[in-house]
């Protein structure tokens, strides 16, 4: 099946910093989405974003689908940010998710 | 509109027992899909219905089952319950493919 890898799987910011998470996936997507875990455990949609560009406030993505990558980009960070990252994609085989290893986000005030 | 509904948020069994679990999809979606959440396995599919059809299945035993009703709700059960099966169990309802949307979950302990 597809896989999926995030990078880096740890990252601890100083409010107000910048950062760029990482999605990498093996085989072409029909679906490609971005989310943030918050401390209870739900899954809150970011973004839905299986090709090109798009920007909600400080956050945006890009996802360069020939190239099998998606980034997230967090811009002036702030503390309610911290969680975890999740990038999940529907590959060919069914319309099921297929998640990464998500990127533990820290940002410090 | 409402969002993804799971019912019961928290449950704590004893091995051998068994679970049911519920969740109801936003209004107008038919697709639902199950996934569990283990801090060592990470995030992974257990199964999708659509229009009371399971149309995807995950690499899970058999002790894991689902059902969908005319309604979309879902309910899935898991029998024989094992100190493994304690996890977070999410669920997920979209129109069939397309964007996914997230119940808060059902966090499961096994004694």
């Known amino acids: 099946g597809i896989q999926v890898e995030q990078s880096p799987p740890d990252l601890i910011l100083q409010e107000g910093a910048n950062s760029t998470l990482r999605c990498n996936f093996s085989?072409?997507?029909?679906?490609l989405q971005w989310f943030h875990q918050n401390p209870w455990g739900q899954l809150i949609n970011l973004f839905y974003i299986p090709s090109g560009t798009k920007q909600n406030g400080r956050l945006s993505a890009t996802t360069v689908a020939t190239e099998r990558y998606s980034l997230l980009y967090i811009s002036s960070s702030q503390t309610t940010d911290s969680g975890v990252y999740f990038c999940a994609v529907v590959g060919n085989a069914g319309n099921m998710l297929t998640f990464g290893g998500g990127t533990r986000l820290m940002v410090k005030p | 509109k409402a969002g993804v509904t799971q019912t019961p948020r928290y449950l704590i069994k004893t091995r051998g027992q068994q679970v049911t679990l519920s969740c109801s999809p936003i209004s107008g979606h038919r697709s639902v899909s199950w996934y569990q959440q283990t801090p060592g396995q990470g995030l992974q599919f257990l199964f999708e219905?659509?229009?009371?059809?399971?149309?995807n299945k995950g690499n899970f035993p058999g002790r894991f089952s689902g059902r969908q009703f005319s309604n979309s709700r879902s309910e899935m059960n898991v029998s024989t319950l094992e100190l493994g099966d304690s996890a977070l169990y999410l669920c997920?309802?979209?129109?069939?493919?397309?964007?996914?949307?997230f119940g808060a979950g059902t966090r499961l302990s096994v004694l």
């Open positions: 219905y659509f229009s009371e059809t399971q149309r």
């Open positions: 997920a309802s979209s129109l069939g493919a397309g964007q996914a949307y």
């Open positions: 085989d072409s997507v029909n679906n």
